[in-house]
């Protein structure tokens, strides 16, 4: 099976919602350890990787999707 991709600044799905409700979390840290931010409460969480991989189901917006086609200039 391949290794799912993702990178700093990706938001994800996760299986489980968080307590307030939304399953979406930011990755804010990576390492052996991941440091995952609630999009909805902005609570932070440190979990292993191992678990982090084995609990996120897709990767809903990349970080390079966010900064090619988000940005908007004013004139």
């Known amino acids: 099976m391949e290794r799912k991709q993702f990178q700093l600044g990706d938001v994800v799905q996760m299986k489980k919602p ?5 399953n979406e979390m930011e990755i804010i ?4 350890d991941i440091r995952i931010k609630c999009v909805g409460c902005k609570h932070s969480v440190l979990i ?14 990349s970080k390079e999707e ?10």
Not at 29 to 32: E, F, K, Q, S, V
């Open 18 to 22: 968080h307590p307030c409700g939304t």
């Open 29 to 32: 840290r990576m390492g052996m």
């Open 48 to 61: 292993p990787r191992l678990k982090f991989e084995k609990n996120m189901k897709k990767v809903l917006r």
């Open 66 to 75: 966010n900064e090619a086609g988000g940005g908007s200039e004013l004139t």
